[in-house]
């Protein structure tokens, strides 16, 4: 059977750009690429980057006033949108533009055009010519989930947040997940005010119950609305903006509301349930530890398949998919043990078992301290950080770490590090502190506050 590829991706986004350029400029396969809308696809162009650059725009308030506390003379203007949108739009069309040097100069060819499978090993192109591929790759990535309520045409997704002609004066963010808690804090940040319904009992659900508690009391120290308990019946446009009529009975008016329920994977019309590929209750596609399907020829990762939907997961999935079929080397991604962060204000970085989901397991210590911060106890501000670790009794292992602070990003990297090798509560010990630093907390506490 003759191949026009080793390998066709079908996806640009971080993992398909990833395991295109693995296999092609490290094993030497022939690859091609299709992308229907733009390269470097959810976190680059509508997601992770784009995002980080409005939490850097929505932190600047705070830091100008701190300014002012440490003896700057520092006068607040108005926030210019139009002026970072076009720049943010412009650092998007830059790194499009890297993503696509990456790929052709790793020896990918690059089809702008959506693309569906034929059988096992065909795919056509959206202008309807086909070409065989030995393997084939989706990585088609997500979308975000708007309930069909009355009204939903006029909420928007994190999609378009980026892209707004001007800032609301009022918002409504609904839902309780990390993509909704940022957007609050950005927006609030930029001077808007804020309203988050979360029909849930507390926002961040899935991590540490205590330090999401920690940054939800932050959130409304700022002045956002929180109200757990809550969803939106249905939306009415009025002369001044638009009405959410709650669950709670409530009416309440807003410039803009923007849903964050949740993602689904871009499952539909790629031609796979035809072709025996199993599928999700949500949608996402079914895969083996080597991200194959249950067809031998066609993989899947990323996003699509549902499994930790975090871009740096994507790329190591789509990393290892590479190297196990071009490079002749079974590689597994263990999904087990993933930091990540939550980029509101404060910041919760977290990485292992939160104290629930620890205790269910075994018998632990817990490990936890509050205190204020020293670069905004001096400028009066009443910020509190958090420190967490869980440990167990049994192995001494670190379990999990949990932090919210300025930062906290920063710092769950490389507590990862230690945890991943397996460091014991007695390696955190044994540790010198850096002082004088937050993080130094991680290695003076002595004491457990809870043992269970």
Not at 55 to 75: H, L, N
Not at 93 to 106: F, I
Not at 343 to 350: K, V
Request: charged share 20%; glycine share 12%; hydrophobic share 45%.
């Amino acid at each position: 059977m003759v191949f026009d590829y080793d390998l066709f991706v079908i996806g640009g986004g971080s993992g398909g750009v990833r395991a295109a350029r693995i296999a092609s400029g490290e094993h030497g396969a022939k690859v091609g690429l299709a992308e229907e809308s733009r390269m470097g696809g959810t976190c680059v162009i509508r997601g992770c980057v784009p995002k980080k650059l409005m939490v850097f725009a929505s932190g600047f308030p705070e830091a100008m006033a701190d300014a002012r506390a440490y003896g700057w003379d520092v006068t607040v203007g108005g926030f210019d949108w139009p002026r970072f949108r076009t720049t943010l739009e412009a650092d998007l069309d830059r790194l499009e533009a890297a993503y696509r040097t990456t790929l052709t100069n790793a020896g990918v060819t690059i089809h702008d055009a959506r693309a569906t499978l034929v059988d096992a090993h065909t795919v056509r192109l959206a202008d309807g010519t086909t070409v065989r591929a030995r393997h084939v790759l989706v990585a088609t990535g997500g979308r975000p989930f708007v309930p069909q309520i009355p009204g939903a045409e006029l909420a928007v997704t994190s999609n378009e947040m980026f892209h707004l002609p001007q800032l609301p004066k009022r918002a409504l963010v609904v839902g309780g997940g990390y993509i909704a808690s940022e957007f609050a804090c950005i927006l609030n940040g930029l001077g808007v005010e804020v309203c988050q319904y979360y029909r849930g009992a507390q926002i961040l659900r899935g991590f540490d119950d205590e330090a999401r508690g920690h940054v939800a009391t932050a959130m409304a120290a700022s002045g956002i609305t929180i109200q757990c308990g809550t969803d939106v019946l249905r939306l009415e446009k009025t002369d001044t903006g638009i009405a959410a009529v709650a669950t709670d009975g409530s009416s309440r008016e807003f410039d803009l509301v923007m849903y964050a329920t949740g993602r689904h994977p871009n499952t539909e019309g790629l031609g796979l349930e035809a072709l025996g590929v199993a599928f999700g209750r949500q949608g996402q596609i079914v895969v083996d530890r080597f991200s194959q399907t249950a067809v031998p020829s066609i993989f899947a990762v990323g996003d699509v398949t549902g499994r930790v939907n975090l871009t740096p997961v994507a790329i190591r999935e789509g990393h290892a998919f590479a190297d196990t079929v071009f490079g002749g080397k079974p590689t597994v991604f263990d999904h087990d043990l993933i930091a990540s962060a939550v980029f509101t204000r404060p910041e919760l970085g977290s990485v292992g078992l939160g104290e629930e989901a620890a205790r269910e397991r075994e018998p632990v210590e817990v490990y936890s301290t509050a205190f204020r911060p020293m670069k905004t106890a001096f400028a009066g501000r009443p910020d509190r950080v958090m420190m967490k670790l869980i440990v167990s009794q049994e192995t001494r292992k670190v379990l999990g770490c949990h932090i919210v602070a300025p930062e906290a990003g920063e710092m769950i990297q490389l507590a990862a590090i230690a945890i991943g090798m397996g460091a014991t509560k007695e390696d955190f010990d044994r540790t010198c502190a850096v002082h004088p630093t937050m993080a130094e907390e991680l290695v003076t506490m002595r004491k457990p506050v809870r043992i269970a």
